[in-house]
């Protein structure tokens, strides 16, 4: 499960998600309300954040599908970098 | 007003007329680009010529209504000069658009054939009410067919009033309605919008708008006036929009201050690149200062373009760089061949710096909306010198020079996110939501988000999700408030100074 960083970031970005409710790894963002917009400063935050960059095969709306996988990139990423 | 020769913009030429000259000109010459691939003037006029074939088979004739709910694919280009090519209307709807909106339209356009993608057929014909409902890839494989020996019709009579598109568009009622617009009218409006903004063959537009909003829709057919080529794009490739930007060659990017503000926030996280992109053209809204320097540091050499007006006559106003530093403050000049001033409620013309409603006459004013004949009393009147008159409702005023400059509206009609809206449609949605007694949505402002408040249970998250199910992304509001009662004003109307108060209070 991801850092509670991560979530505190992506929160503001998912305006239908009340507060009290959980966020689960494998909702739709969309469904949350996630759009275009927020996606892209989402991207700015999250490399800002964990000082890493998005591969340009990463940037893609499936990476930004669910919270959970796009946990997985960031994670993975970390990996790289601490490797 | 005008210092430019109206000769070029023609009244009585059609919309197919624009591909079939294109054609003539530059066969040969990159036409339209999707993610899937890439056709010549040549091939897009076959597959035109394909789908005006199909819809003969189908008993597709003059006037009948083609509604189709597409996303930006070449084969819509097709589907829109196959269409005018057959007399018939092509209807395009958001692909955003929810049966809420859908079925409403659906009713009222009264299609003889519906085309969607394939995963949508189900829902659509639930919907639909008997009528057929195509999905698009079985369609494309007739059509690929007739294409392959190049396929003619028997001919149908076109003529410059006849009807191309029904453009929906929302208002100041519940429900969106249609702007009719028939074939000279709309290649009039093409063609003085390219004399302002002088697309060429060597441009590549990049157009990031769906063809069922009509910013989109023209920017193909300036594209084939211009002999340029359009590249569509949709919401998919958005965190890859620079790139695409690049790699598509693109020279012109039609923009609204939203996707603006994204390419801003993509030009940041990426070192400065090369780039063809020479001109942006923006709409909807003005451009904050700070998002037009921002562009114009990730372009360099690029100019942005203002531009102001709304379906009804598809465009007012262009301000060509040149003005940029003379009238910084401008929306434009009137497109040429047409007019447009200042009127008071009596419809006298105002002088200059007075403010009054902006009304447009000229060859580019639409005759009106889709079986609404009260909304289209109301909006196009008689002009005195004969034609119509368009009223905007939107207000402001002119200068000595008569360029217009647009100060705001005094009805419920906005624009957000690029989007034209009215609080009654999103008030009429959120009443609609299992729980809400009452709402009220309060407009966009500087510093403010489109903000709904609602009155009974319902937790203010899920009044966003639930209004996401049945509006279109741009028409949710970003701010949700669940209040006791709404405010109210001695007249019993939404007291919308109060409601601001209470975000005010409320902000963060």
């Known amino acids: 499960m991801w850092d509670e960083q991560f979530e505190q970031i992506l929160r503001p970005f998912l305006p239908f998600l009340p507060p009290q409710e959980e966020l689960t790894p494998g909702t739709e963002l969309k469904d949350l ?35 959970g996988v796009l946990w997985e990139t960031v994670e993975s990423m970390l990996q790289r970098t601490a490797g | 007003m005008n210092g430019e020769s109206t000769a070029g913009a023609r009244t009585g030429a059609l919309v197919h007329d624009l591909l079939d000259e294109a054609t003539a000109e530059c066969p040969d010459a990159w036409a339209v680009t999707d993610g899937a691939g890439r056709w010549t003037y040549r091939e897009l006029a076959a597959h035109s010529h394909a789908v005006d074939v199909w819809l003969e088979a189908r008993g597709i004739g003059h006037g009948d209504r083609v509604l189709v709910q597409l996303p930006s694919v070449r084969e819509l280009v097709a589907l829109l000069y196959g269409t005018a090519r057959r007399g018939a209307v092509l209807v395009p709807v958001n692909t955003g658009m929810k049966d809420y909106h859908l079925r409403a339209v659906v009713e009222n356009a009264e299609p003889a054939l519906v085309v969607v993608t394939d995963p949508a057929v189900e829902r659509i014909t639930a919907l639909a009410d008997g009528v057929p409902v195509l999905g698009l890839d079985g369609v494309w494989r007739e059509i690929a067919e007739l294409r392959a020996v190049e396929a003619r019709s028997s001919g149908a009579q076109v003529g410059p009033e006849d009807i191309a598109v029904l453009v929906y568009t929302s208002g100041s009622t519940a429900a969106p ?70 790699e598509t060659g693109a020279t012109v990017v039609p923009i609204v201050p939203s996707l603006a503000t994204m390419l801003c926030a993509l030009a940041e996280r990426e070192p400065r690149r090369e780039s063809r992109v020479r001109m942006f053209t923006n709409t909807g809204a003005a451009l904050p200062k700070s998002t037009a320097e921002g562009l114009r540091a990730a372009f360099p050499g690029a100019e942005v373009v203002v531009q102001f007006g709304q379906t009804e006559c598809k465009r007012v106003s262009v301000l060509p760089p040149a003005f940029r530093d003379a009238k910084p403050d401008s929306v434009g000049r009137p497109l040429p061949g047409t007019r447009a001033f200042v009127v008071d409620e009596e419809g006298t013309p105002l002088p200059p710096w007075e403010t009054g409603e902006i009304v447009v006459e000229g060859p580019h004013v639409m005759p009106g909306y889709w079986r609404a004949p009260e909304q289209t009393a109301r909006t ?60 009220a949505v309060l407009p966009p402002a500087p510093g403010r988000d489109l903000a709904v408040f609602a009155a009974g249970e319902i937790d203010p998250h899920v009044l966003l999700r639930e209004l996401s199910l049945r509006l279109e992304p741009a028409k949710v509001p970003g701010v949700s408030r669940v209040v006791d009662e709404l405010p109210l004003t001695a007249h019993g109307k939404h007291d919308r100074k109060q409601l601001a108060r209470i975000l005010e209070g409320n902000a963060p």
């Open chain 1, 33 to 67: 309300g996630l759009d275009s917009l927020g996606t892209v400063q989402l991207l700015g935050t999250l490399e800002e954040t964990y000082q890493v960059h998005f591969r340009d095969s990463a940037l893609t709306m499936d990476t930004f599908r669910t919270a």
């Open chain 2, 177 to 246: 309605k249609a702007v009719i617009c028939p074939h000279g009218r709309m290649v009039f409006a093409t063609e003085a919008i390219g004399l302002e903004l002088g697309y060429r063959p060597d441009d590549v537009v990049f157009c990031r708008f769906p063809i069922s909003w009509d910013y989109g829709l023209y920017k193909v057919l300036l594209t084939a006036a211009g002999r340029s080529e359009i590249v569509l794009a949709d919401g998919e490739s958005d965190l890859v929009l620079l790139r695409r930007i690049r």
């Open chain 2, 380 to 439: 196009f009147r008689p002009a005195p010198d004969g034609g119509l008159r368009l009223h905007t409702g939107d207000f402001g005023h002119v200068d000595e020079d008569g360029f217009l400059y647009y100060e705001g509206r005094r009805d419920d009609v906005f624009k957000h996110k690029g989007v034209r809206m009215s609080t009654t449609e999103i008030e009429a949605a959120a009443t609609d939501v299992p729980g809400v007694r009452a709402a």
